[in-house]
């Protein structure tokens, strides 16, 4: 596997602290979803699970190499949430840690990579901890969260924290036009919110770009008094709420800036009503991304009546 571009830099510090001896017992990898950062945990495990690395990593070809790519080398163990599941639980972390503490067979590490950090209850955070506070000599525990204040601060604590963040504009466009024969690669970046991975995977929704200039054509309408709020919201449901709320907020977000930039081309837009329902997407948002049991169809109706009843105020 190679690694991202926008990861480079970061990759060869990493690789640095590999080949010099100075492996923590734990590293956390923190950024944004669909930035790579699972692929650059993988990375990282197989680097010190390899017999023979080479200057960019992992020589993909001894038989320690060979055995993770396969998920069968015995000193590798990837954590994840459970099928039919919502958080990482106990039991998952006790089997780690019996794990954890028996013999290294193959390799002078023993990775564990813990993917996502943030889903794991009370109980099994605690049981992570208190791993962490005595390590077993020569396993390192690579985690992986896009919700560093989900974590426990006493794990935090123990760890390296490795930030990933999404790569500038310029060079996610960059990666991209590699990537896909699309004509509107921007136009996918900026439903992905920046983020180059989540622009890949749209690539291959052909409606998904119809989806966001609905909405934006919605919440135009709306503002108008040209459009009813519920005929609103589920039009908006035939959309995944994730990106709905998501993409909500970037065209707001945009809307206030041309508001702030350009007022003579939306003379009767009230700035301070688009930041009142912008917090109330912001909070949308922080609920789905908790896992929070939501309603989505009240969810979008809340939403859709707070754009019509900021509509368009004269000043």
Known sequence: MEIYP??????????????????PHAWVLSGPLYTGKSKFAKQLSFALLCERRREEGACGQCRSCRLAVQGAHPDFLHIKIPE????????AVREMTSQAMLTRQLAAYKTIIIE????????????????????????????ITHRRSAVLPTIMSRCQRIDLPAPARK???????????????????????????????????RDILN?????RRDLSALMRGHLAPLEAAKEWSN????ETVAW???????????CMSDPASAPKLDVRALYAI?????EAKRALAERANLNGTLMLETLALAWAGAARQER
């Open 211 to 215: 989806l966001r200039a609905n909405l």
């Open 171 to 205: 060079n996610a466009l960059r990666w991209l036009h590699t990537q896909i024969a699309e004509e509107r690669v921007e136009e996918l970046l900026d439903a992905a919110e920046g983020l180059p991975l989540r622009a890949l995977q749209l690539s291959e929704d």
């Open 116 to 143: 996502p950090l943030d889903a794991m209850g009370l109980s099994a955070a605690n049981a992570l901890l208190k791993i962490l506070e005595e390590p077993p000599e020569g396993t390192v525990f690579i985690s």
């Open 278 to 282: 912008l917090d109330e997407v912001a």
């Open 84 to 91: 039919q599941k919502q958080e990482i639980g106990i039991d």
């Open 6 to 23: 926008w990861h480079a830099k970061t990759w060869r510090r990493l690789f640095g602290i590999i080949n010099e001896g100075r492996v």
């Open 239 to 242: 959309a995944p709420l994730d």
């Open 248 to 258: 909500m907020l970037s065209l707001g977000h945009n809307l206030i800036k041309q």
